[in-house]
């Protein structure tokens, strides 16, 4: 299986920060480390909040449905820069989101300079423009563009 390279799990990190202890995201789910998304049944095992370690295992473990998700939802060869951007994305809204979207089509196609506007689709979180989604989807586009 490919897995995201330092550079994208740099970005991911960049941009879902880090909180030792429980949290609500924009959406208002309750999160943990960086961006841990956490579960019902869950919710016991980070009461006493979490460290570094335990987070960017946690990040790691998340990160390999999204990274299984684009590899089987994505049809062409990508380059490093353009599967960590995919799976940046895909991390923070779902692997049923790209599955859906016009941005997973237009990547199959090959559509390399429309990505960029695909990707800034997708900057609102409970029916908010979030600025905070508005940098990383510039970010995630931008990496896509660099295709090397």
């Known amino acids: 299986m490919r897995h995201i390279t330092d550079n ?3 970005l991911i990190k960049d941009f879902e920060g880090f909180s030792s202890k429980i949290y609500k995201d924009s959406a208002g789910f309750p999160t943990v480390g960086h961006g841990h998304l956490i579960l019902p049944h869950e919710k016991h095992l980070f009461q006493n909040g979490i ?43 779902g692997s049923a989101t790209l599955q859906r979207s016009t941005l997973r089509a237009k990547v199959n196609r090959a559509e390399h300079d429309s990505v960029p506007t695909e990707f800034m ?28």
């Open 8 to 10: 994208g799990l740099k």
């Open 51 to 93: 460290n570094m370690l335990q987070a960017e295992a946690l990040l790691k473990a998340d990160l390999q449905v999204a990274e299984r998700a684009v590899s089987r939802l994505i049809k062409i060869p990508l380059s490093d820069n353009q599967f960590d951007s995919l799976v940046s994305f895909t991390f923070n809204l």
């Open 121 to 148: 689709r997708w900057v609102y979180a409970g029916g908010k423009i979030i600025p905070g989604l508005i940098r990383r989807r510039r970010a995630e586009a931008s990496l896509y563009s660099c295709y090397y």
